[in-house]
């Protein structure tokens, strides 16, 4: 069993700053890729990003690129979500999730096997 625990989230104010980080207590968290999601009030879960294995690939949604930066550190089984220049429409739950068991695609909710509780993330205007 994988467990994913969030944090870093909170309320902040619209061109502020947060860095949400996920923990995982997977052995092996260095060999799969992890993804970033959130999901509004009344709205569907949607992708914001994913980081491959070592790092060296990220990928976004068109509406967080620019304004947001993946990164992990393997030896800390720790992914990390930068999120600077916040608006309010970036408010949600944002829940990081790891891709065990198949290769489809990280932008699909899917194609990840153990999912965290998330954190809420709050921008006033």
């Known amino acids: 069993q994988v467990q994913l625990v969030e944090s870093g989230g909170g309320l902040v104010q619209a061109g502020g700053s947060l860095r949400l980080s996920c923990l995982a207590s997977a052995r092996s968290f260095s060999g799969f890729p992890m993804g970033w999601f959130r999901q509004a009030p009344g709205k569907e879960r949607e992708f914001v990003s994913a980081i491959n294995w070592n790092g060296d690939g990220t990928f976004y949604a068109d509406s967080v690129k620019g304004r947001f930066t993946i990164s992990r550190d393997n030896g800390k089984n720790t992914v990390y979500l930068q999120m600077n220049s916040l608006k309010p429409e970036d408010t949600a739950v944002y829940s990081c999730?790891?891709?065990?068991?198949?290769?489809?695609?990280?932008?699909?909710?899917?194609?990840?096997?153990?999912w965290g509780q998330g954190t809420q993330v709050t921008v006033a205007s």
């Open positions: 999730a790891i891709q065990l068991y198949n290769s489809a695609s990280l932008y699909e909710e899917r194609s990840y096997d153990y």
